[in-house]
């Protein structure tokens, strides 16, 4: 199921067999049956290491959703219940456990890391991290080098150093996997998160939402309708659908500018057809043996054509309406510094139209972050404007914004986003979307700042770039950690340097795509493995940063 893990310089199967091993330890500590109740949102990311049968294999007999009220009868031993740590599940947990004489809790760490470090002042999940990233030294072995950029960035690095000096004499010795971790801090790039992402992955996440791997697409377009078949016949519910690279064609195309994906699916079906077409060269027994033998693969592979057609079809006609290509010009005008100091009339226009408040937000935190804020007067209006439309209720929201920095007066005259932009190298006028050469063709133009920092670590060194370091938000750091004794790593001619990039606070499938395709680059010399708190497109960003996102639609 997991093979694509497997793949490349790191075994990433080792990381889900280890939080697998954890897990069937933690059911076996309760003998005997058990009946286990989710916190929904922690079914998904559980479904990724285990499914039903393993469960079963260690005596879980029946499975309940956690809600209000008096939990379904259940005759077992052991009642389990895993949730996230929050004060609201474990007032239904009292509730349901009133009349429970014996109950395991297993508590799962949650990282909302943005809200909660600089919104709410909480480093718990900063613990969470740190003590991830001693899991992971324990399976591949301690890494050498550590550079970070932002707050959280440090406070991460100093928990990690401190867990290793508690637990000197106790390192495994294990030959380093990884030669470098990159710790960055989502505050550091305020900007990327907000743009919209222009990959075909990315477009997906934007428009329907990846959840766990899965994304639910609206049913129509993957109906076999028959002819004379009535409309009212058409399946109704979502069609859901995994996403991996365990899909020949879906590793093939998820990276793709939008635009590149077309002629690459006309590709892949002139492929297939060729390869169907085989069948009439099929003469002898031992021919048509092998035709059927490869018929499988042949079948799965048109399928999945034909699910990428039927996706690329939905999402092209977003892409090529009116109302998405303003928005996208705006964005564009907005990263390119143009009129990033005033009222914006197509933000009025959209806010005088209702439009969904989260594509305001998304506009108005883009345009701020571009300016280094926004004078007071315009952001005056944009707050004032916002609260007469969508409601007052959304003070807290905008002070939340204004908390994490994304919302802000402009407290200096001096713009320092101009200088970071062109120093970086941020905006490329002719950017490649069909045969990149550069990773500013996830967003048609945009390198993300926090990629670029991540490729000029690379080669030549952050010390090329210190004053615009300097002008980004929090201190940038190098700490060396020393292996084992006895382990040294000695490189072969050729072989790759391998960096873990771990985002702090969320990152986009657009900047996956960018670390992807730096990886690839022939020049490079550096393999990336990205780990995050979270995955994240604009829309889930800002409703995390929300006072009532439940109550907003995108």
């Known amino acids: 199921m997991a093979a694509h893990l497997s793949y490349g310089r790191v075994n990433l199967n080792i990381l889900r067999e280890a939080a697998r091993k954890e897990l069937r330890e933690f059911l076996d500590k309760c003998a005997g049956s058990k009946a286990i109740v989710w916190d929904e949102y922690l079914t998904g990311p559980f479904g990724l290491i285990a499914q039903y049968s393993l469960l079963k294999e260690h005596e879980v007999e029946k499975m309940f959703t956690l809600k209000s009220g008096r939990l379904p009868s259940a005759d077992v031993k052991n009642i389990i219940f895993f949730v996230r740590p929050r004060l609201e599940l474990m007032d239904i947990i009292a509730e349901n456990v009133f ?6 809790c297993y508590q799962t760490p949650h990282c909302k890391l943005v809200k909660e470090c600089y919104l709410e002042n909480d480093q718990t999940s900063l613990y969470h991290t740190a003590k991830g990233l001693m899991t992971l030294q324990a399976l591949y072995g301690t890494i050498p080098q550590i550079y970070g950029k932002g707050d959280c960035a440090r406070h991460v690095a100093n928990m990690m150093l401190r867990m290793k000096r508690e637990f000197a004499g106790t390192q495994n010795q294990i030959l380093p996997v990884f030669d470098t971790l ?6 550091v790039d305020l900007l990327t998160p907000l743009a919209t992402q222009l990959t075909y992955e990315g477009l997906i996440d934007e428009i329907y939402g990846i959840n766990n791997g899965y994304v639910k697409l609206p049913p129509e377009k993957f109906a076999q309708k028959k002819q004379g078949e009535a409309s009212k016949d058409l399946p109704t519910e979502p069609k859901k659908l995994q996403l991996n690279s365990a899909e020949e064609l879906y590793a093939e195309i998820r990276d793709k500018n ?3 994906v077309g002629a690459a699916l006309s590709k892949k079906a002139k492929i297939i057809s060729a390869a169907f077409e085989e069948r009439h060269n099929a003469k002898t027994v031992g021919e048509i043996k092998q035709f059927v033998s490869q018929l499988p693969h042949m079948q799965a592979a048109r399928s999945s054509l034909a699910n990428h057609t039927s996706i690329a079809e939905l999402i092209k006609d977003i892409t090529t309406s009116e109302a998405f290509f303003d928005n996208l010009t705006v964005e564009q005008e907005f990263m390119t510094g143009v009129d990033t100091d005033k009222v914006n009339t197509y933000i009025e226009d959209c806010i005088a139209q209702k439009d969904p408040l989260i594509k305001i937000l998304r506009l108005v935190c883009m345009q701020s972050v571009c300016n280094n804020g926004l004078k007071q007067k315009v952001l005056d209006y944009y707050k004032r404007e916002i609260l007469q439309t969508y409601g007052y209720e959304h003070i807290l929201t905008l002070n ?13 005259s001096r713009n320092n986003y101009p200088t970071i932009r062109k120093t970086l190298k941020l905006w490329m006028e002719d950017a490649n979307e069909q045969n990149p050469n550069d990773i500013s063709y996830v967003y048609s133009g945009y390198a993300p700042l926090s990629i670029r920092l991540t490729q000029v670590l690379a080669r030549p060194g952050w010390r090329s770039i210190e004053e615009v370091l300097k002008m980004l938000p929090g201190p940038h750091f190098e700490e060396r950690q020393q292996l084992p004794s006895g382990l040294h790593k000695k490189r072969q001619q050729g072989e790759n340097r391998t960096t873990l ?3 702090l606070g969320g990152v986009t499938y657009a900047e996956i795509a960018a670390l992807r395709f730096l990886s690839q680059m022939e020049d490079s010399g550096m393999e990336y493995i990205i780990a995050t708190t979270k995955l994240v497109n604009g829309t889930t960003w800002i409703k995390s940063l929300m006072d009532r996102p439940e109550s907003q639609t995108p």
């Not at 990159?182 to 505050?187: A, G, Q």
């Open 99 to 104: 009349r429970c004489v014996y109950v395991s």
């Open 501 to 503: 990039v771990f985002f």
């Open 400 to 412: 939340n914004l204004e908390k994490g920095g994304l919302l802000k007066p402009q407290t200096s």
């Open 182 to 187: 990159l710790l960055l801090d989502r505050n």
């Open 258 to 260: 939008f635009n590149a």
